[in-house]
């Protein structure tokens, strides 16, 4: 199994900026970030597997997620954050092409954007 270990989170103005990390233990197809705000449900913020990357419509223009093969990590740049970007980041991955389901999970970072 994946075990992943996320670092980066914080508090951070609006309109500032944030880089989250997340390091495998071993390598995976697709690696990805998801978020979740007090009460409201788990939201996809960005993928990328390959040479291609995905990413949710609220953060389309702001974040950016690349990936470094070679260390097994995944980074995701978050520039002009706002309050509605507060939440637990979760990174996730896949190990299976074949599958668009994440069966690992790291434990979080804490994401907060006062205003």
């Known amino acids: 199994q994946v075990r992943l270990v996320e670092a980066g989170g914080g508090l951070v103005q609006v309109g500032g900026s944030l880089t989250l990390s997340c390091v495998a233990n071993?390598?995976?197809?697709?690696m990805a970030w998801f978020r979740q705000a007090p009460g409201k449900e788990r939201e996809f913020v960005a993928d990328?597997?390959?040479?291609?990357?995905n990413y949710g419509d609220s953060v389309k223009g702001r974040f950016t997620v690349t990936r470094d093969m070679a260390k097994n990590t995944v980074i995701l740049q978050m520039n002009n954050l706002k309050p509605d970007d507060t939440a637990i980041y979760y990174c996730?991955?896949?190990?299976?092409?074949?599958?668009?389901?994440?069966?690992?999970w790291g434990r979080g970072t804490q994401v907060t954007v006062s205003a």
């Open positions: 071993v390598r995976a197809y697709r």
């Open positions: 990328v597997s390959g040479r291609s990357d």
């Open positions: 996730a991955a896949g190990i299976d092409p074949f599958s668009s389901i994440f069966e690992s």
